[in-house]
């Protein structure tokens, strides 16, 4: 009898997540984890009644394909007053399983075998499987190393775009609030990104998930709203971000008509439709007063979780630029020990009891801008205890490597 041979892997490069790794670690040794990217807040009391009644209601079966028509016309009027930009609810919008589930369609509907895709370096660890998988070749914009991204561009370097162009690149994939770095889009960056494609047939994909947690006084801004790009982008969102239920898995992908035509051909045999339910409880609550009073508040509220942190590791030898948007923080540890930040991150978390997430693994893999990494990535998303917890530790960690 023959047994099949398994096939060359299509992402031979893929293993367990550095989330999944750090995580597992984490509970492996006890020690506080600062490492995975959710919130222990608790969602809003009147959403979960929302969604219990909408349980009880009936609303059990299928969502519709596209999304819940109450969700998606929320979507819809959200861009309209916060960015001028106009989404038609039934053919424009489309709520998926998380963003990931529509950031992942998107790149399969638009890129084909050789196409270029132009990421961010570093760059959230989606984007390039998904792109591997239907073909395409990665082409990273090389940001110089920098607390942020730097440069007046905030999250986008457009030198470095600009330059990577090609007739073979189909895609452009922006992200902001920045996952690693917290970097935030500034009007200069978007509109200097509008001119350089304006002159070519690139799509955008911008990544919006950490949506309005803009720090110290930012706008929220969207390629959604800027006249240049909106034509050509695909914008997407979570409310698993926004309402700490990341659990939950809802997001959203709002295009123009034709792209959503073709991105719903495969979220239509991928997802489907996702937690009705849920949606039909969001669209409820977020009508309402008290879902608009906690979206006006959810970037303030990561603003004093990130300024707490800050103060309380003042006068320690690692160097921290507040992150300007998102929740989470870089910390830089170069003052204090050489090595790799994978290394560096192990032995935290099992000698030291903090388990942070390395930045290289959101770059390319053996890369000289891999190696030489010496940063990590801290999730402020919690309550104050687990903050003051993980000051504890890394000001410990600070008095340790001073006194060998």
């Not at 969602?43 to 009880?56: C, E, G, Q, R, Y």
């Not at 309209?80 to 709520?95: F, L, R």
Request: a negative charge; glycine letters at 8%; hydrophobic letters at 40%.
């Amino acid at each position: 009898m023959k047994i099949p041979q398994l096939p060359p892997s299509k992402l031979p490069e893929v293993g367990t997540t550095i989330f999944t790794t750090m995580s597992a670690l984490a509970s492996k040794h006890g020690a506080l984890n600062v490492a995975q990217g959710f919130p222990d807040l608790s969602p809003p009391s009147k959403l979960k009644t929302a969604v219990k009644k909408a349980i009880d209601d009936g609303y059990n079966q299928y969502a519709p394909m596209a999304g819940d028509a109450g969700l998606r016309t929320w979507i819809s009027e959200m861009y309209n007053k916060e960015h001028g930009a106009s989404y038609n609810v039934d053919s424009e919008i489309t709520i998926g399983a998380g963003a990931s589930s529509v950031l992942f369609a998107s790149i399969q509907a638009l890129v084909y075998p050789s196409d270029e895709v132009i990421i961010v370096d570093p760059a959230y660890d989606l984007y390039a499987p998904a792109v591997h998988l239907a073909g395409g070749v990665i082409i990273r914009a090389t940001i110089p190393k920098s607390p942020h991204l730097g440069g007046p561009g905030g999250a986008i370097d457009v030198e470095s775009i600009r330059n990577l162009i090609t007739e073979k690149t189909k895609l452009i994939i922006i992200n902001a609030p920045h996952n690693p770095t917290g970097a935030c889009f500034t009007s200069e960056g978007l509109d200097d990104l509008a001119e350089v494609l304006s002159e070519t047939e690139c799509f955008l994909l911008s990544d919006e998930v950490y949506g309005p947690m803009n720090h110290d006084g930012r706008p929220f801004l969207s390629a959604a709203g800027n006249s240049g790009l909106k034509d050509r982008s695909l914008v997407f969102g979570s409310f698993g971000k926004l309402l700490h239920a990341t659990g939950w898995k809802i997001g959203w992908v709002a295009a123009p008509i034709e792209i959503t035509k073709e991105l719903r051909k495969i979220h239509q045999y991928d997802v489907f439709s996702t937690g009705a339910p849920i949606q039909r409880g969001l669209a409820e609550y977020l009508v309402t007063d008290d879902a608009s009073e906690h979206l006006s508040e959810v970037g303030p509220v990561y603003a004093k979780k990130r300024d707490r942190l800050l103060k309380g590791l003042e006068g320690t030898d690692f160097i921290l630029s507040p992150a300007e948007g998102g929740y989470f923080q870089i910390l830089d540890y170069s003052k204090l020990d050489s090595r790799g930040d994978i290394e560096v991150a192990e032995e935290w978390t099992i000698k030291h009891g903090i388990a942070t997430i390395p930045l290289s693994p959101f770059r390319k893999s053996g890369s000289k801008e891999a190696k030489e990494e010496r940063r990590l990535r801290i999730c402020f998303a919690k309550d104050d205890s687990t903050i003051d917890e993980a000051i504890e530790k890394l000001k410990a960690i600070d008095t340790y490597y001073k006194s060998l």
